[in-house]
């Protein structure tokens, strides 16, 4: 009886990885032409979005209009770790 050699290295063609798949949606997409508050307001008012979406959607706008209005986002404490994450995405990844 012969062993069959253990296969190293590339993955067998199929179905991508989350990570590949992500990077192949996101280089089709202008995110120079994206408005993140928009999309916020969109998420913020589907009725059909999951609950926890619409309400963290909400909370950033929120926390952004304060932002807007007031002191820089590194004094803003009252945010929890999800939307000051969720606004460091919409600036850009710019704290």
Do not use: F
């Amino acid at each position: 009886m012969t062993k069959k050699p253990a296969h190293k290295g590339k993955r067998k063609g199929g179905r991508p990885t989350r990570s590949v798949a992500s990077k192949r949606a996101l280089a089709e997409i202008d995110l120079s032409k994206v408005d993140p508050v928009s999309v916020l307001r969109q998420i913020a008012a589907d009725a059909s979005a999951p609950a926890s979406a619409r309400v963290q959607a909400a909370r950033a706008l929120i926390a952004d209009d304060r932002r807007s209005s007031e002191a820089p986002p590194e004094a803003d404490t009252s945010l929890d770790a999800v939307s000051r994450g969720a606004l460091r995405i919409l600036n850009g990844g710019k704290k």
